[in-house]
């Protein structure tokens, strides 16, 4: 996400003697630079990325520069040693930790939460394990809620949010299905720092960052982080917002802050070496099984992380070993777009033309369309987002701006549409209750709460809703 004088950046990176004489892996690598610049000039245009890009090969920086500010209000430009917001990477220093301590005999990939934590529910306690924990498989979720940005800080570090996680429920029987947890991999660091007496992000430091020289990777508050850039997320008329306030700590499951050359960095290791992690352990490994299939197939390997405000987004070609990586300040998932358009480009094909988030894409078109029009065109308009993360939140955040603004009908047709749309989301049927208790109408909330129920007899906001609501007949 910035500029940086060549010979800087080649010392930052592992060079392999000679292989200037070698032929490169990277297609039309004569217009890469050309390639690149016009496919970000493309997002720039729109007003959608900021951030650095980075391509290396074989450790050798190939196009490397930044764009856009990194400070809005400020006017402070993104330069190649700005840090960014790493999002979910994170977990694979977390993972990283928890197979050095199975290494050093300190733990077992059976062993139960249980047996470092205590305070948790019998069942959590005594079948949730480590493995359970790092394959997203302990029933556990996200930690997230609404007002959780506004806790005090301290209710954001390590120690409460594992109180917090002891609350949840779980969402299936530990090891019968998967479901990403951030709440998993803030377990996992609470057991590094009770089995080594020491913090998550000391171990982090000592483990990891030290042994590979990453001088550029910060784990500590973010309000301490210097030369930091600052995320911004638009709403779905494109006001633009600052993510001031969301994730100041760095945990387990995210939040370090770091440049794309010390990612690289890590990254390198950790798909190719052999100081962090023994190559018997990699071997064991069902992960790095995976990576070891794609040493040969040209496949890319993905690596991403994000919340608004910030996307950072990794593609490894371990064939070839050419890295892309791409830091954004701004909305997810436009690094990861951004990123494997400039895969594409790295193959000699056409990368796919960018287009404005989802949400603004649905209003826009709302706007002069109507609603019958978004529900025949739904997925073509929301082409771009993120392909991981529930349809369902598009509609809602939309119906939700309205609520907010006291437009409820309009709020409700919203409402109304997602639930024909994804009828077996329980979490939008929780909202069209919300929506017809705020109109008033409470046969009709109590109607979709209990409906909420129904899915998902676990919802807690709906339990409360239909309480209150019998209450009250």
């Given at each position: 996400m910035k500029t940086i004088a060549l010979p800087l950046l080649i010392t930052l990176f592992l060079i392999n003697v000679g292989f200037s004489q070698e032929k490169s892996k990277i297609?039309?690598?004569?217009?890469?630079?050309?390639?690149?610049?016009?496919?970000?000039?493309?997002y720039q245009d729109l007003d959608i990325?900021?951030?650095?890009?980075?391509?290396?090969?074989k450790g050798i920086p190939k196009y490397s520069k930044a764009f856009g500010l990194a400070n809005r209000e400020e006017n402070v430009p993104n330069t190649l040693t700005t840090k960014f917001d790493i999002g979910s990477m994170n977990k694979s220093f977390t993972k990283t930790l928890i197979l050095q301590l199975m290494e050093e005999g300190k733990l077992k990939m059976t062993d139960k939460l249980g047996d470092y934590l205590l305070g948790f529910p019998e069942t959590a306690a005594t079948k949730i394990t480590i493995m359970h924990l790092l394959k997203h498989r302990s029933g556990l979720g996200g930690y997230w809620g609404r007002g959780f940005n506004d806790l005090p800080i301290d209710q954001k570090r390590i120690p409460a949010?594992?109180?917090?996680?002891?609350?949840?429920?779980?969402?299936?029987?530990?090891?019968?299905?998967?479901?990403?947890?951030?709440?998993?991999?803030?377990?996992?660091?609470?057991?590094?720092?009770?089995?080594?007496?020491?913090?998550?992000?000391?171990n982090i430091t000592e483990r990891i960052l030290k042994p590979l020289g990453m001088?550029?990777?910060?784990?500590?508050?973010?309000?301490?982080?210097?030369?930091?850039a600052i995320g911004y997320f638009k709403d779905m008329k494109g006001n633009i917002s600052s993510n001031t306030g969301f994730v100041e700590v760095p945990n387990p499951d995210g939040g370090f802050q770091s440049t794309p050359e010390d990612i690289a960095r890590f990254y390198n290791e950790y798909f190719y070496g052999a100081t962090l992690l023994s190559k018997e352990t990699k071997a064991n490994d069902d992960f790095f099984g995976f990576i070891n299939s794609n040493r040969k197939t040209g496949g890319a390997i993905p690596m991403a992380g994000g919340f608004p405000?910030?996307?950072?987004?990794?593609?490894?070609?371990?064939?070839d070993e050419i890295s892309?990586?791409?830091?954004?300040?701004?909305?997810?998932?436009?690094?990861?777009?951004?990123?494997?358009?400039?895969?594409?480009?790295?193959?000699g094909k056409t990368p796919k033309k960018p287009s404005l988030p989802a949400i603004q894409n649905i209003y826009n078109h709302y706007q002069r369309f109507g609603l019958q029009y978004i529900e025949d065109n739904f997925y073509s308009l929301i082409d771009n987002f993120h392909a991981e993360d529930p349809k369902g939140i598009i509609l809602n955040d939309i119906g939700y701006h309205f609520l907010g603004n006291g437009s409820i009908e309009e709020a409700l047709s919203f409402f109304e549409l997602n639930v024909k749309l994804f009828p077996e989301d329980a979490n939008l049927w929780d909202s069209l209750g919300e929506g017809y208790y705020k109109k008033g109408d409470l046969k009709k909330s109590l109607q979709y709460y209990k409906k909420a129920l129904k899915i998902d007899p676990r919802m807690p906001s709906a339990k409360e809703m239909v309480v209150k609501l019998e209450a009250k007949n």
């Open positions: 297609e039309n690598s004569t217009q890469l630079e050309s390639n690149i610049d016009a496919l970000v000039k493309q990325f900021s951030g650095v890009v980075l391509v290396a090969e949010l594992v109180k917090r996680i002891q609350k949840l429920p779980l969402d299936f029987e530990p090891g019968t299905d998967t479901q990403y947890s951030n709440a998993g991999y803030v377990l996992l660091g609470a057991i590094v720092q009770a089995i080594t007496g020491k913090t998550y992000h000391q001088t550029e990777t910060y784990v500590v508050d973010k309000s301490e982080v210097p030369d930091r405000g910030a996307n950072t987004a990794y593609y490894e070609i371990l064939r892309i990586l791409v830091f954004a300040n701004m909305d997810e998932p436009v690094a990861e777009q951004l990123g494997a358009g400039i895969l594409a480009i790295v193959r």
